[in-house]
């Protein structure tokens, strides 16, 4: 399934259109499949992917932005309770578990 944050293939930070990589919204929770069949997936140039450490998988803000934005979204059609069973946490509100 395509990302459900993003209809074009470019960057999500910068917009870049070369030299995309797929990037894995909850690939560090174990979560790699739900990611892939809910769309929970982002393009991102080599640079704000993995390239440096601005990149998503050195920035813990990034990673908790892409988290919150792919929370927010999923949300917009589901229930909370639904992404919790899919991701087994919370990243918004007041009740958002970081872990
Ligand atoms: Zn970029
Ligand atoms: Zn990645």
């Not at 991102?44 to 979204?73: P, T």
Request: proline letters at 0%; glycine letters at 10%; a positive charge.
């Amino acid at each position: 399934m395509d990302s459900i944050l993003q209809k074009d293939k470019r960057c999500y930070v910068c917009g870049a259109q070369e030299g995309l990589h797929r990037h894995h919204i909850f690939c560090g929770t174990g979560r790699r499949w739900q990611s892939e069949t809910h769309g929970f997936v982002v393009y991102l140039c080599a640079a704000h992917h993995n390239g440096s450490e601005y990149g998503v998988h050195f920035n813990k803000a990034l990673d908790l932005k892409l988290r919150r934005d792919c929370q927010k979204k999923f949300e917009e059609t589901h229930t909370r309770d639904e992404f919790m069973r899919l991701i087994g946490r919370n990243y918004l509100g007041k009740n958002a578990n970081m872990g």
